[in-house]
């Protein structure tokens, strides 16, 4: 194996090095950190208007029964490409699995946005899957290879609060694009954002690269590759049985058990499907931590829009202080002194996460103001920013430099799948519970099925958010 040697005097320093470099955005930083910042705040804004645009996209593609399937289709075939982008960057360095999934993301775009039909709506869904797990891999390698780790946290810290504009400005974007000129434009125009990230990183990404030793060997281990397809057509045969709620949805249900279990136990780090202490509990609580969050996220603005009768515009909004909030909390885990604290705010953001989707819930009680989901949103935003950054710190520090992209992409897989499994079982409940009514959607308030669907939702994930604060505990290694 060769390595490669700084061949600028400006090339980013690499992580070992011990003189003072400033901040993130000190001199050596400064590109790069922007650079990479502008690659999250264009996944963030994405996020933020799909939310928005989504409940009117689906009624309109007669599609509503297969709601949960359009957000758990992306991270269906996330978990395929977030090992390729582990073995990628190991082998090759991150720059060309990011570019190349920034790419493949904006093609997915433009399938979704000219959708004639929810099938192929998905399938978008799914290519932008492909490019999103290129791309925050690629990122977290470069997290891992680019900054020391005294700074990792703030860079963490900086990802968390690219969310703030598209928080605020994405629901107001995309509601009123969608209300004057239709859903797909949500879509169809984002792909020209991608330029942006494209010219300010493109520079400092490649002098990065040159800075950092990355290995030369050829190939990809075919093992992970065949155990991560394996994962991504099990958990979408999964997800397909999940919708058909009949006998003969036993038989695709089976066979997605069959490839998925297997899969993921060879994927994951051993002991993670246990919560074995230390790296296995780390990987375990991200996915526990975004599949309970986004799992009800996904239905706060379907809930907004049938139940209480709001528009498209202002149901978006209510994710806002979720955006916001999870910036600030990032901003505290990341502050000196705050290292010592690590194992209580991965347990308390969890804790604030059952508490703000608890909250929302209460919005289905006709008496509640429909300003506490908003409420609520944002006390759970604090409690993933504390939480999820925690994570990601805590992997980075029980990683060997040579293993950074295969726990990164471990990491996000568990990510993945635990938003393809809860969101998936958050759209099994809403289909039985009467949620996949079409007609029942379009009368405003009160459709999409009794208040019930919604409620079995974030009760579920109330419970899980409280079973990984319980495991909390177990980061710290024996």
């Not at 997290?143 to 605020?168: M, Q």
Request: hydrophobic residues 55%; positive net charge.
């Amino acid at each position: 194996m060769t390595t490669a040697s700084p061949t600028s005097v400006d090339a980013v320093p690499t992580p070992s090095e011990e003189t003072d470099q400033g901040g993130v955005l000190g001199g050596p930083y400064r590109a790069l950190t922007l650079g990479i910042v502008s690659v999250v705040l264009l996944l963030a804004f994405e996020a933020t208007a799909v939310n928005t645009a989504m409940p009117v996209a689906a009624r309109q593609l007669d599609g509503l029964g297969l709601y949960a399937f359009a957000f758990s289709g992306y991270f269906t075939t996330t978990l395929f490409a977030l090992v390729v982008s582990g073995q990628w960057c190991d082998r090759r360095g991150p720059l060309q699995p990011l570019f190349t999934g920034i790419a493949v993301f904006g093609a997915g775009l433009v399938v979704a946005g000219a959708a004639p039909g929810m099938w192929v709506f998905v399938a978008g869904r799914a290519v932008q899957g492909l490019g999103g797990g290129l791309v925050i891999v690629a990122l977290y390698v470069v997290v891992g290879r680019a900054y020391p780790e005294r700074l990792r946290p703030a860079v963490f810290a900086a990802f968390s609060a690219a969310w703030v504009l598209p928080s605020i400005v994405g629901p107001v974007v995309s509601g009123a694009v969608t209300q004057h000129l239709g859903w797909r434009w949500v879509f169809l125009a984002v792909p020209v954002l991608i330029l942006l990230p494209l010219a300010v990183m493109g520079p400092a990404l490649r002098r990065s690269e040159r800075a950092q030793p990355v290995a030369t060997s050829a190939g990809f281990d075919r093992r992970r590759t065949l155990l991560a397809a394996m994962a991504a057509v099990g958990a979408g045969l999964l997800q397909y049985a999940g919708q058909r709620l009949d006998l003969l949805g036993l038989l695709p249900a089976v066979a997605g058990a069959a490839l998925l279990v297997p899969a993921v136990l060879g994927l994951l780090p051993a002991g993670t499907l246990r919560a074995g202490r230390g790296l296995p509990t780390v990987i375990l609580l991200r996915g526990v931590a975004a599949g309970a969050f986004f799992a009800a996220e996904a239905f706060i603005p379907l809930m907004m829009v049938t139940q209480r009768g709001l528009s498209p515009t202002l149901a978006g909004l209510t994710l806002t202080s979720g955006g916001l909030s999870w910036a600030l909390g990032s901003m505290l885990q990341g502050r000196p002194g705050a290292e010592r604290y690590r194992e209580a705010m991965i347990r308390g953001g969890f804790v604030l996460t059952a508490v703000a989707i608890a909250g929302a819930a209460l919005v289905l009680v006709p008496a509640v103001p429909a300003w506490v989901a908003a409420a609520a949103w944002g006390v759970g935003g604090i409690g993933m920013g504390l939480a999820v950054a925690s994570i990601s710190v805590l992997m980075m520090r029980l990683s060997a430099p040579e293993d950074a992209g295969a726990n990164s992409a471990s990491l996000q897989m568990s990510d993945a799948l635990g938003n393809v499994l809860l969101v998936g079982l958050a759209g099994v409940l809403f289909a039985a519970l009467g949620g996949g009514s079409v007609a029942a959607a379009q009368e405003g308030t009160g459709g999409a099925g009794s208040s019930g669907a919604f409620a079995a939702i974030f009760l579920t994930m109330t419970g899980v958010a409280l079973l990984g604060a319980l495991v909390s505990g177990r980061v710290r290694k024996a």
